[in-house]
């Protein structure tokens, strides 16, 4: 599966984006979808992720009730919306994709398959 992220850009604070992630090479109708981000000098950090069906959510804490994770099979493509964005929210964002059977969603290492990254930057 190859994955490309995009959407990422410059927003102030208490903007909104939305990220893209386009699939190509095999239908993610089978997959776990899931956004990480990577901030300076930070590790990789889960930010939300959608069963391969798209009736399970799982998010962050930190992004609960601000940013919401959905998916169109259809399209082959899992989106990010994000709203009230925060300085904080400032990384590098990454879509994942792994096998439906995986035992948790918030496990990086889990995700075989990774985009190339889009950058987000919120201004205070």
């Known amino acids: 599966v190859q994955l490309q992220a995009s959407g990422g850009g410059l927003v102030q604070a208490g903007g909104s984006l939305r990220l893209s992630c386009a699939a190509s090479g095999r239908t993610i109708s089978n997959y776990i979808m899931g956004w990480f981000r990577q901030a300076p000098g930070k590790e990789r950090e889960f930010v939300a992720a959608?069963?391969?069906?798209?009736?399970?959510?799982n998010y962050a804490d930190s992004v609960k009730g601000r940013f919401s994770i959905s998916r169109d099979n259809a399209k082959n493509t899992v989106y990010l919306q994000m709203n009230s964005l925060k300085p904080e929210d400032t990384a590098v964002y990454y879509c994942?994709?792994?096998?439906?059977?995986?035992?948790?969603?918030?496990?990086?290492?889990?995700?075989?398959?990774w985009g190339q990254g889009t950058l987000v930057t919120v201004s205070s």
């Open positions: 959608i069963s391969w069906s798209g009736d399970s959510t």
């Open positions: 994942a994709a792994a096998w439906r059977t995986i035992a948790t969603m918030r496990n990086a290492p889990a995700y075989p398959y």
